[in-house]
């Protein structure tokens, strides 16, 4: 099958759009690429965007895009997942920088953009704010944890790399540890967005700058047991949760274990399924507040 190799943007409805371009650019550092009325896209270092922001009543994750191999024939791809019972759609020239589009809904309704990259836009290394390296991975609370697992294996080619109990499963579409998140909920919703930082002077900076900025951290700086990441989360000025982390577990697909970086407890740690144990959570020890839900 064309499973999808990387995650390339994410699309959220905002209300306010101005404050939020002002988060993404001043404070997490990524580059406004693109305007329209009711839009924005904003890159980080490689892509025309990693991140589109389009005006809507309440925030909300709407759309993934994901790119395939220049290799992979889209129409294929288009019918291996309309061979699931999906509807799929074809669009061109449906975003800057995309010329050809499959898309299709997760079984929550968050849109999913499957593409090509072919041409590359390569920003202007930015002189403020943050600047991660890259989108990482976004995270869902889902109703049906199993269901949407599933779907994100057989429709897009995801592998899991781990869960936790039943309950919360991680999943991979590259070397990275994970790329979605799905978390057992009695809601669809968005959880977090989570951009890679170069290492933990990046995150020291990086904490300093949401200082300067007003921003407090909810949770963090820790290290997750699962994908063993440093990680921080705060609060974005339209409510929805960002991640900053560094030292995400690699998968070495042909050996089927994660390198340590830098150590692991398991050894080799493959994928497994984890017990509910604090570790899971955070090795440093401290659990995350009620705040984490909201
Ligand atoms: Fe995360």
């Keep these: ?6 995650i390339s943007h994410a699309t959220y409805e905002t209300p306010d759009l101005d404050q939020q371009i002002e988060y993404y650019t001043d404070v997490l550092g990524l580059t406004l690429t693109a305007r329209e009325k009711d839009a924005a896209f904003l890159a980080s270092t490689l892509d ?17 895009g994901f790119q395939v191999a220049l290799e992979d024939d889209l129409a294929t791809f288009e019918k291996q997942t309309a061979a699931h019972g999906i509807k799929t759609q074809r669009k061109s020239n449906p975003e800057p920088s995309i010329a050809e589009m499959v898309t299709f809904e997760d079984p929550k309704g968050t849109v999913m953009e499957v593409f090509k990259r072919a041409d590359f836009t390569p920003q202007k290394y930015p002189t403020k704010g943050i600047v991660p390296h890259k989108l990482g991975h976004v995270a ?33 579409c590259g070397v990275d540890h994970h790329t979605i998140n799905l978390m057992q909920d ?5 959880f977090h967005t989570a951009f890679e930082l170069r290492d933990w002077g990046h995150m020291l900076t990086a904490c300093d700058t949401l200082s300067l900025n007003g921003y407090k951290l909810l949770w963090g700086p820790g290290r997750h047991g699962i994908g063993h990441n440093l990680f921080t ?9 960002t991640e900053l982390f560094a030292q995400l577990d690699q998968m070495n697909e042909e050996l ?19 017990q509910k144990d604090p570790n899971a959570s955070n090795y440093w020890g401290i659990m995350p507040t009620e705040e984490m839900r909201k």
């Excluded at 025309?48 to 993934?64: A, E, I, M, P, Q």
């Excluded at 989360?233 to 949760?241: D, K």
């Excluded at 407890?265 to 994928?271: F, L, M, N, S, W």
Aim: hydrophobic content about 35%.
């Design 233 to 241: 989360y705060h609060r974005a000025p339209n409510g929805l949760i």
């Design 186 to 190: 009695p809601e669809n919703r968005h």
């Design 48 to 64: 025309h965007h990693s991140v589109v922001l389009r005006k809507g009543d309440h925030s909300s994750c709407v759309r993934l």
């Design 256 to 274: 089927g274990y994660f390198e340590p970086r830098p150590w692991h407890r398991d050894r080799p740690q493959k994928p497994k399924v984890w």
């Design 140 to 172: 869902f609370f889902v109703k049906e944890v199993k269901k949407v697992t599933d779907f994100y294996c057989n429709v897009l080619g995801f592998r899991v790399s781990d869960w936790m109990g039943d309950t919360f499963s991680f999943l991979r």
């Design 1 to 6: 099958m064309i499973g999808v190799k990387k």
